[in-house]
């Protein structure tokens, strides 16, 4: 697998002109996500039907419904895009090391204790706290991006969920 893609990598080519990796390697890392996005939309839709509708309007099953059909279009355009057609060396990712492992459930973590203290503490205060500590995790140091990214997150969610869509938080 690694010859291929030194073979494929030419020095100074742009990387929309790199020959595209077809060998049967590539194409089943690439099923992967297309396999995880269509079951997912699948089970999701077929659990959608099981809700009960009273008729009338946008009922509990739209959103849960649209979602599970995003899925599956975007799995569908993943095989045309990346399985049929081939990626280029420069879409493949690096191997995964400690750290990527650690990022990940860090941010697992960050986000189950997002969920359990959302009616124990104010919905700013948790948001605010989470959006930082992920900041930090992802390895932004800049203070203003520190800063003001978790008040930025933390106000569009307000006017999203309170104001336009009248959730109470």
């Known amino acids: 697998m690694g010859a291929d893609l030194a073979e494929a990598e030419r ?3 742009h990387p929309e002109d790199a020959v595209l990796l077809k060998n049967l390697p590539y194409r089943l890392r690439e099923l992967i996500p297309v396999a995880a996005a269509i079951g997912l939309g699948v089970t999701v839709l077929v659990l959608a039907g099981e809700i009960t509708d009273r008729g009338g309007g946008i009922g509990p099953r739209f959103w849960p419904s649209m979602l599970a059909w995003g899925l599956i ?3 569908v355009l993943l095989v045309f895009t990346n399985v049929l057609r081939g990626v280029r060396p ?3 990712p690096d191997d995964m090391t400690w750290w ?3 990022q990940m459930v860090l941010t697992g973590l960050v986000l189950i204790g997002y969920l359990l203290l959302f009616n124990v503490l ?3 205060l948790i948001t605010l706290v989470a959006a930082f500590v992920l900041l930090v995790i992802y390895g932004i140091r800049s203070w203003k991006v ?7 997150i933390g106000v569009i969610l307000h006017v999203l969920f ?3 869509l009248e959730v109470p938080l």
Do not use: K, Y
């Open 11 to 13: 020095p100074g080519d």
């Open 73 to 75: 279009a975007l799995g």
């Open 90 to 92: 420069s879409d493949i």
């Open 100 to 102: 990527g492992i650690g």
């Open 122 to 124: 104010q919905f700013w």
């Open 146 to 152: 520190l800063v003001f990214l978790p008040v930025i």
């Open 162 to 164: 309170i104001v336009l």
